[in-house]
């Protein structure tokens, strides 16, 4: 049986806010406005610590990052690419242009053999968007932290040196 309206106590927001136990609205409003602020201080202290790891942060201006990702250890796009790098004329117009070898493999990182530290590996297939399991990739990343080039297939080192000979910040350091 409901009770009628009028035996009800009149309750206000005005009698609330003026309420002196823990209950209150305002209170409650206090709570929730220093709650997101402590939520929207950690979402901000992750993120910045998140972007902070990607390793191609570390490379913006210095140099410029060879990216290849594969599936599995056995790619053979893999195992043509480290052929290459192995040769002394390749691998000294390689670092003349001031590029860094990264590899991708099965989801686990690194840069010019040394294995990534587990928050740069997440952080660099996250900031890239790779998934191994999609096949293999090839970027080169330019000295300001642009995709210069990206493709499914095993990169023309020579091509991509002239790429890296056409592009403005290469000119100049050529001059």
């Known amino acids: 049986m409901a009770l009628p309206m009028q035996d009800l106590p009149a309750l206000t927001v005005e009698k609330l806010n ?11 409003r ?8 402590w939520m929207a201080a950690a979402l901000f202290s992750s993120a910045r610590a998140e972007l902070a790891a990607n390793p191609l942060l570390d490379e913006l201006w210095k140099h410029r990052p060879l990216i290849i990702s ?3 250890a056995h790619h053979p796009m893999l195992a043509a690419l480290r052929q290459k790098l192995s040769e002394p004329a ?7 242009r001031k590029m860094v070898y990264y590899e ?7 840069r010019e053999g ?3 530290r587990h928050d740069q590996n997440t952080a660099l297939l996250q900031a890239l968007r790779l998934n191994p399991a999609d096949g293999a990739t090839a970027l080169l990343i330019g000295l300001d932290g642009g ?13 991509v040196f002239e790429l ?4 403005p910040m290469r000119r100049w350091q050529r001059d």
Do not use: C
């Not at 206090?30 to 602020?37: A, E, P, Q, R």
């Not at 995709?147 to 091509?159: E, R, V």
């Open 18 to 28: 003026k309420a002196p136990h823990y209950g209150s609205i305002r209170h409650m």
């Open 30 to 37: 206090h709570m929730i406005w220093i709650l997101s602020l």
């Open 70 to 72: 594969v599936p599995d």
């Open 90 to 96: 390749i691998r000294a117009e390689f670092d003349t």
């Open 104 to 110: 991708v493999t099965g989801g686990l990182a690194s």
């Open 114 to 116: 040394e294995a990534l």
């Open 147 to 159: 995709i210069k080039l990206q493709t499914g297939s095993m990169p023309d080192l020579q091509a």
């Open 164 to 167: 890296i000979d056409g592009m």
